[in-house]
């Protein structure tokens, strides 16, 4: 899987609207972008997921350049229980998978009031 | 309800002793992961499977074993090779090939 580069740690405010970069210079033609969310003592939890452009959900949008070597996830207006570990992965969601899924250190969001 | 299962939450166990974690899921997955979790940390994989009776290594597998010789269960064991088991331990499984994963709740294992 390409490999990801995010930030470590990130603060926000209540209210505010969060933005989270990963970068994945290497990413492939049949790489996929996927989101998860993970909260302590807990297992990640799947956010969101996208090719190209835009994708918009429920709980996050997922931002996607033309080159595909970034991803910005968006969380509208966080709240407290958003405070989370965030974490990018790249990966092909064809046949050719190696069944890899390789999380990288995250970027733990700090929502304050 | 689907899901997948981990048991037991907590675990303790004296050093040098082998413990064997369970993973169960319902969600007619092939694919199923095992990952450690050290405080302050990332995960990091310990095996995976994609297909019954087959798995393969992933980054930090030795002191582990596993076997996949049911499509539903993936049970890793920790063995007394392993120089510093106490972790948070988290399973999950994927269609295969796919890289939406479902997790468990986890098992914290102790060793003392």
């Known amino acids: 899987l390409a490999k990801t580069t995010q930030p470590i740690s990130m603060d926000s405010y209540e209210g505010q609207e969060v933005n989270i970069t990963c970068s994945h210079n290497?990413?492939?033609?049949?790489?996929?972008i996927t989101w998860y969310q993970q909260f302590p003592s807990q297992g990640p939890r799947f956010i969101i997921q996208?090719?190209?452009t835009k994708v918009t959900n429920e709980v996050a949008s997922l931002f996607i350049p033309a080159d595909r070597k970034s991803s910005t996830l968006s969380l509208p207006r966080v709240s407290l229980s958003d405070t989370a570990v965030y974490y990018c992965?790249?990966?092909?969601?064809?046949?050719?998978?190696?069944?890899?899924?390789?999380f990288g250190q995250g970027t733990t969001l700090q929502v304050k009031p | 309800d689907g899901g997948i299962t981990q048991s037991p939450k907590y675990l303790f166990r004296k050093e040098g002793q082998n413990v064997t974690l369970s993973c169960e899921q319902n969600?007619?997955?092939?694919?199923m992961y095992w990952y450690r979790q050290d405080p302050g940390q990332g995960l990091r994989l310990i095996y995976y499977?994609?297909?019954?009776?087959?798995?393969q290594k992933g980054d930090i597998a030795e002191g582990y074993s596993v076997s996949r010789e049911k499509k539903e269960s993936f049970p890793l064991t920790v063995t007394s090779a392993q120089k510093n088991p106490t972790a948070f331990y988290l399973c999950?499984?994927?269609?295969?090939?796919?890289?939406?994963?479902?997790f468990g709740q986890g098992t914290r294992l102790t060793v003392v």
């Open positions: 992965l790249v990966g092909d969601r064809g046949s050719s998978n190696t069944g890899k899924l390789i």
């Open positions: 999950a499984s994927s269609r295969r090939g796919i890289t939406e994963a479902f």
């Open positions: 290497n990413i492939a033609t049949n790489d996929y």
């Open positions: 969600l007619n997955h092939d694919a």
């Open positions: 499977s994609q297909i019954v009776n087959d798995f």
């Open positions: 996208g090719y190209k």
